[in-house]
């Protein structure tokens, strides 16, 4: 059982930064890929990036690309999402998820973080 815990959101002006933490509770950290997701008002949950298990791999989405950054420590059992140049329709709550498969399907949820983009 993995339990995760994100932190970071917040209220930001557009072309500012955030970085969001995911802190994962077990000691099986390390055997899992980890993913963020995000969900605006009124929208479907969608895939932002994900990460591998030692780091090698990652992948974004395309209207996250070159702006945000996915990273892991596995020593501190926690994934970061760095976003920089953040935009209005970024605006969403923010889920981290591990699972075995890098993209998924993913078999632990945390609770999720709001993040609100202002113009």
């Known amino acids: 059982q993995v339990q995760l815990v994100e932190s970071g959101g917040g209220l930001v002006q557009a072309g500012g930064s955030l970085r969001l933490s995911c802190a994962a509770s077990g000691r099986t950290f390390s055997s899992y890929a980890m993913g963020w997701f995000r969900q605006a008002p009124g929208k479907e949950r969608e895939f932002i990036t994900a990460?591998?298990?030692?780091?090698?791999?990652?992948y974004y989405a395309n209207s996250v690309k070159g702006r945000f950054t996915i990273s892991r420590d596995n020593a501190k059992n926690t994934v970061y999402l760095q976003m920089n140049n953040l935009k209005p329709e970024d605006t969403a709550v923010y889920y981290c998820?591990?699972?075995?498969?890098?993209?998924?399907?993913?078999?632990?949820w945390g609770k999720g973080t709001l993040v609100t983009v202002s113009p």
């Open positions: 990460i591998g298990r030692s780091s090698g791999n990652t």
């Open positions: 998820a591990a699972g075995i498969p890098t993209l998924g399907p993913y078999d632990y």
